[in-house]
Nanobody
Framework: QVQLAESGGGLVQAGGSLRLSCAASLRTFSSYTMGWFRQAPGKEREFVAAISSSGIITYYAASVQGRFTISRDNAKSTMYLQMNSLKPEDTAVYYC?????????????????????WGQGTLVTVSS
């Protein structure tokens, strides 16, 4: 039973843009704090961005602040990550995750530990 499914990854040149989507089949998507994480080859998973259940509060990793924008459409049960000014170091598999208990800021601090639901990931490759 697929609950979160990412899409929108691909190959892009440095300085380019991509928009990732995370489609949820969760019955109460609007109750979930949602977030994006990424994992580069040979590196640990890292937090990228999170958004509160209402969409009002957002939280970003310092490395993407000002370049990435997280958003959600609760009517469509979908979350987005607009990525601009991409750099080669943004290359990674990007995962979406959700949890009904944690806040957006706490999701950032959690590094993804013990979150309720995860997607399978989508690969983003940024060439120099």
């Amino acid at each position: 039973q697929v609950q979160l499914a990412e899409s929108g990854g691909g190959l892009v040149q440095a300085g380019g843009s991509l928009r990732l989507s995370c489609a949820a089949s969760l019955r109460t998507f609007s109750s979930y704090t949602m977030g994006w994480f990424r994992q580069a080859p040979g590196k640990e998973r890292e937090f990228v961005a999170a958004i509160s259940s209402s969409g009002i509060i957002t939280y970003y990793a310092a490395s993407v602040q000002g370049r990435f924008t997280i958003s959600r459409d609760n009517a469509k049960s979908t979350m987005y990550l607009q990525m601009n000014s991409l750099k080669p170091e943004d290359t990674a598999v990007y995962y979406c995750a959700g949890d009904r208990v944690i806040s957006a800021r706490a999701m950032g601090a959690s590094m993804g530990r013990s979150l309720e639901v995860w997607g399978q990931g989508t690969l983003v490759t940024v060439s120099s």
